[in-house]
């Protein structure tokens, strides 16, 4: 069964996991990847999920060891993962199988991750769940916006303090939809101060 543990700065998580859970996911990530009709960039954002959990257990990322009490328990390995690409890998992954056909296994650690991305944003924002889960949902890969602005909304969050990825993720999030530079000046005018301008946005477009 895959885990996690909270990365520093509200950075993401440290999914971790045995060799025979971490390998399946990443089989379900391939397997999905060939069959989704959605995702057209074969070698792209989603693929990379599948390298990192493949990087870890193959004990190139974190190698964590049982405890001395219980050996038993065996090693275990991470992998840190940061809440941009993650919560839109995620996105891909749940809306290319309402596409294809799934087997129980699929959807057993679809929900796994699924369910460690939720603990994992109620425990690192406490308070904003509720507003980061609707805007989460709201990723929608079908379309192209919001791989295509991935790169630049990556490179934002990690230039940005802790403090600022508490303030502003939601802002971020609300970003990938491709309504947002339409809707920007309408959703301002609500209050939302973690929104992005269209303007310091476009300043990182050349992470696109």
């Not at 996690?4 to 990443?26: E, I, M, P, W």
């Not at 991935?150 to 990690?158: E, H, P, Q």
């Not at 940005?160 to 999030?173: F, P, Q, V, Y």
Request: aromatic letters at 10%; proline letters at 6%; glycine letters at 4%.
């Amino acid at each position: 069964m895959l885990s996690y543990s909270l990365l520093k700065n509200h950075a993401g998580v440290l999914l971790t996991g045995d060799y025979d859970s971490l390998r399946a996911l990443h089989e379900v990530v391939h397997q999905v990847n060939e069959k989704s009709p959605i995702l057209k960039n074969k070698e792209g954002a989603f693929l990379a999920l599948a390298y990192e959990v493949r990087k870890a257990y193959e004990q190139q990322r974190k190698v964590i060891k049982p405890p001395a009490d219980f050996p038993e328990i065996g090693p275990r390995f991470g992998v840190e993962l940061f809440w941009p690409e993650l919560l839109v890998q995620s996105r891909m992954l749940r809306v290319s199988m309402s596409f294809i056909a799934t087997t129980s296994w699929q959807q057993a650690l679809a929900y796994n991750l699924e369910a460690i991305i939720e603990s994992g944003l109620q425990a690192d924002f406490a308070g904003q769940y509720d507003v980061l889960s609707e805007r989460w949902m709201r990723i929608n890969p079908a379309h192209p916006w919001p791989e295509e602005k991935l790169g630049s909304r990556s490179a934002i969050f990690n230039s940005w303090t802790k403090s600022d990825r508490r303030k502003r993720i939601a802002g971020l999030l609300a970003s990938l939809d491709p309504m947002y530079p339409a809707a920007y000046s309408i959703w301002s005018r609500s209050g939302d101060t973690s929104l992005l301008s269209p303007e310091e946005l476009d300043s990182w477009a050349q992470d696109d």
